[in-house]
């Protein structure tokens, strides 16, 4: 059965990631918050197949509301526990998902798929674009505390203004993509980062050059495992080292704070990120491929 999925699916939603996707981070009361609190004006929707009582696919679909570019629909995530797979349900979540987003008016679509099912993309008229590398990172032992500069500073968002941490992320956020970011309102970026049920506000840290936020690092967590939701920094101050400080910084805290992996995604056109995860010690684990799909109207 192919049914809409309810807030009391979480833990099942989490279990069945944890088997396709374990490089994914999102607890189950995060996760149960997606399903019941959706932001508003995504037409945000999501859909679970079930066998036997059992959650066994998933897959959501909504409007981009944090692009630049007009219309653009996407279906994030479909996947199928492998012992259910071949069965016709990965095709029935995602003909669901493109009705619902086809129904919203887009003119594009984007979905990810992991490389061995970009054959069952193309068969739904998604053509691959960019490739997305996921790495993990082992905690044990805990890396030391990084040594910042004179004059830089490192802050645990716990104790800044979030609309402080919010202008840095808007000024800084520029990671390649086929949909390009525009700054998203202090009210969505309260609703996704802030007010996220998964971030750890005392490992995430800020960089302060001058009274200037001017890096941060997010964590994401969920017991154990954390997600690096976003590093950056802003454009003048690039080149000296910036976010590498504060993502060591916050990789030191999470795991004073119990967490034994990291895992983080880049683009794989983004070098200067790619470089900077490989001088923490990250090791490849996956990697995705945003496909693109256009209307016509």
């Not at 929707?45 to 066998?51: G, I, L, Q, R, S």
């Not at 012992?83 to 493109?98: D, F, K, N, Q």
């Not at 993502?247 to 794989?268: E, M, Q």
Request: include cysteine.
């Amino acid at each position: 059965m192919i049914r809409e999925a309810r807030p009391d699916d979480a833990a099942d939603v989490v279990a069945l990631r944890a088997v396709v996707h374990p490089y994914l981070v999102r607890g189950v009361e995060s996760t149960r918050k997606m399903i019941a609190e959706p932001p508003a004006g995504e037409d945000w929707t999501a859909y679970v197949a079930e066998v036997d009582g059992r959650v066994v696919g998933w897959v959501s679909a909504f409007r981009n509301i944090a692009t630049t570019e007009p219309d653009v629909g996407e279906i994030a995530l479909p996947h199928v526990h492998p012992a259910h797979r071949r069965r016709g349900l990965g095709h029935a979540l995602v003909t669901r998902a493109l009705d619902h987003v086809t129904a919203l008016g887009v003119r594009r679509i984007v979905t990810w798929a992991q490389p061995d099912s970009v054959p069952f993309a193309r068969r739904h008229g998604f053509t691959p674009s960019r490739e997305v590398r996921y790495a993990a990172l082992d905690l044990r032992p805990a890396p030391p505390a990084p040594e910042p500069p004179p004059g830089v500073l490192l802050h645990p968002l716990a104790g800044l203004d979030p609309r402080r941490v919010h202008r840095l992320e808007a000024a800084a956020a520029d990671e390649p993509s086929d949909v390009p970011f525009e700054r998203v309102t202090y009210e969505y970026w309260l609703w996704d980062v802030w007010e996220n049920l998964g971030l750890d506000r005392e490992a995430s840290t800020a960089v302060e050059v001058d009274g200037e936020l001017v890096a941060f690092s997010l964590v994401k967590r969920d017991g154990d495992r954390m997600w690096s939701d976003y590093t950056g920094t802003l454009p003048e101050h690039r080149g000296r080292g910036f976010a590498l400080l504060a993502k060591r910084a916050a990789l030191h805290r999470a795991a004073g704070r119990g967490v034994r992996v990291a895992y983080t995604s880049n683009d794989a056109a983004n070098a200067p990120m790619l470089a900077v995860n490989a001088r923490l010690g990250y090791r490849p684990v996956a990697s995705q491929w945003s496909c693109l799909r256009g209307l016509t109207g």
